[in-house]
């Protein structure tokens, strides 16, 4: 079960020209924007990736107007995030100082989601897939790149899951301002 205190959210490629090629893509920049919101009032830290930006575009206006503003945005131009030394030395410094949970969403799920949750978990960490914040173009590719996820050790959540999950409680002080962001 998530704990947000060993929480961080990993945002992968959720990028103009992606979310437009994608059937859900919009619906999927939302969804991760909520989860955003919430990791910045409960001060999850948050790794935003983009994948080659000049051809693809930037995070979604809607997406990083949610991102807390101490979260970190690195460019990359693998399919694993991991194999990016930027990505690599941030989250290597969160292992660091305790963080085992990582809550992971983005476009295409079948590559470079699958690909940095494959890595995420061979160092050690328990992955969250965010299924409701992933889109890949084709809904094959999707369905299969969730199965091979769980296949490999993700744990397959969605937004509504992982928000309860680090509220714990109604009586968490946070808890009001949390539960707007899914009303």
Same mark, same amino acid.
């Given at each position: 079960?998530?704990?947000?205190?060993?929480?961080?959210?990993?945002?992968?490629?959720?990028?103009?020209?992606?979310?437009?090629?994608? !059937?859900?893509?919009?619906?999927?920049?939302?969804?991760?924007? !909520?989860?955003? !919101?919430?990791?910045?009032?409960?001060?999850?830290?948050?790794?935003?990736?983009?994948?080659?930006?000049?051809?693809?575009?930037?995070? #979604?206006? $809607?997406?990083?107007?949610?991102?807390?503003?101490?979260?970190?945005?690195? $460019?990359?131009?693998?399919?694993?995030?991991?194999?990016?030394?930027?990505?690599?030395?941030?989250?290597?410094?969160?292992?660091?100082?305790? *963080?085992?949970?990582?809550?992971?969403?983005?476009? $295409?799920?079948?590559?470079?989601?699958?690909?940095?949750?494959?890595?995420?978990? *061979?160092?050690?960490?328990?992955?969250?897939?965010?299924?409701?914040?992933?889109?890949?173009?084709?809904?094959?590719?999707?369905?299969?790149?969730? $199965?091979?996820?769980?296949?490999?050790?993700? !744990? @397959?959540?969605?937004?509504? @899951?992982?928000?309860?999950?680090?509220?714990?409680?109604? *009586?968490?002080?946070?808890?009001?301002?949390?539960? #707007?962001?899914?009303?």
């Amino acid at each position: 079960m998530l704990n947000r205190e060993n929480s961080v959210l990993v945002i992968i490629d959720i990028q103009e020209r992606l979310v437009l090629a994608s !059937k859900y893509g919009a619906e999927v920049s939302a969804n991760m924007s !909520k989860l955003a !919101k919430a990791a910045d009032i409960l001060n999850i830290p948050t790794i935003v990736t983009e994948q080659y930006p000049q051809g693809l575009g930037s995070t #979604t206006p $809607e997406l990083k107007n949610s991102l807390p503003l101490n979260s970190f945005t690195t $460019e990359k131009s693998s399919f694993s995030a991991m194999l990016e030394p930027a990505f690599a030395e941030k989250i290597n410094l969160l292992k660091e100082a305790g *963080k085992t949970q990582i809550v992971l969403g983005g476009i $295409e799920t079948h590559i470079c989601v699958l690909q940095t949750a494959c890595d995420l978990i *061979k160092e050690g960490f328990d992955v969250y897939i965010i299924k409701d914040a992933c889109a890949s173009r084709n809904k094959k590719e999707y369905k299969t790149g969730l $199965e091979l996820l769980k296949q490999y050790g993700a !744990k @397959i959540s969605c937004v509504e @899951i992982a928000l309860f999950e680090w509220l714990k409680t109604s *009586k968490h002080p946070n808890f009001r301002e949390v539960q #707007t962001l899914i009303k």
